[in-house]
């Protein structure tokens, strides 16, 4: 009886460590660097996710940088699909005036009413986003995020890189 404790114990220990280990060679440590020195330089960056509904379809996400690169992946038939582009800088002027407009904090503390579309097979969308060092987490169906123009084009780019990328 004791031997197997042992075993089990032994065998418990290795499969953490090698968890561990797992962890740490698979996390990619250059995005941390890449928010820190957007936040040094006083610019954003928006990480935005699709979920609920598009499940069946494929839901999508993308990171969108302040230089105007961005990177979207659309999730197709178990594959996640990664495209690597950037948005013309009539659109990058346009995106950074809704940033600097936007009134991030009170979004972040508005309360969604009615309905999210999750509960009806919809699609809602989540948004990370980091400006001046400051994070703001919003949610289509935890916020109040109907009618604010930033969201709204935020929401339109899943839409625009889906027609680029995808076929």
Known sequence: MRGLVVILLSTFCIGLMAGVYGYFLSRNHESDTEVTQAWDRGAFEIIAES???????????????????YTFIQEQQGDDLKYEDSISGKRLTALEQLVEGASLASLERSEATGRCPIEYDGTAYRFDIFVDGDTYYLDTCA????????????RDYFEIFHITHVR
């Open 51 to 69: 979920y609920g509904g598009c499940a069946f379809a494929g839901c999508a996400s993308y990171r969108m940088r302040a230089d105007g690169t």
């Open 143 to 154: 916020h109040d995020l109907l009618s604010a123009p930033l969201i709204l084009e935020l």
